[in-house]
Nanobody
Framework: QVKVVESGGGAVEVGGSLTLSCRIS????????VAWFRQVPGKEREAVAS????????????TYTESAKGRFTISADSAKGIIYLELNSLRLEDTAMYYC??????????????????????????WGQGTQVTVSS
């Protein structure tokens, strides 16, 4: 059974930094796509960044939304099964619950990623409970 657990959220001031972690266990597929989403109450869940690989020996591919480019960095420690999301230059509007999701790298997901877009939340079967990030002035 795939288990996804996020950690690392907290309260920071504008301009500050945080590193979120997503620990994935029980995942047995060779290919993967892991994405970070965020959600504010009353709004839809929005994608932030993703990292994917077609399998062992393939290079990781990273994708970011415009709001994340240049400020956030997604990376993977495959040996530990942990995906990191480094948040820098945080803004008030980055305040949200951050969720990690994972699933196989399918043809459908690859079509989105090939266009520089993160697959929609509905394409991911395995989700964590989220970690809260609060940015204050």
């Amino acid at each position: 059974q795939v288990k996804v657990v996020e950690s690392g959220g907290g309260a920071v001031e504008v301009g500050g930094s945080l590193t979120l972690s997503c620990r994935i266990s029980g995942y047995t597929y060779s290919s993967y796509c892991v994405a970070w989403f965020r959600q504010v109450p009353g709004k839809e869940r929005e994608a932030v960044a993703s990292i994917d690989s077609a399998g062992v020996g393939y290079v990781n591919r990273t994708t970011y939304t415009e709001s994340a480019k240049g400020r956030f960095t997604i990376s993977a420690d495959s040996a530990k099964g942990i995906i990191y999301l480094e948040l820098n230059s945080l803004r008030l509007e980055d305040t949200a619950m951050y969720y990690c999701a994972t699933d196989r790298l399918t043809i459908g997901k690859d079509r989105h990623l090939g266009r520089g877009a993160i697959p929609p939340a509905s394409d991911f079967a395995f989700w964590g409970q989220g970690t809260q990030v609060t940015v204050s002035s």
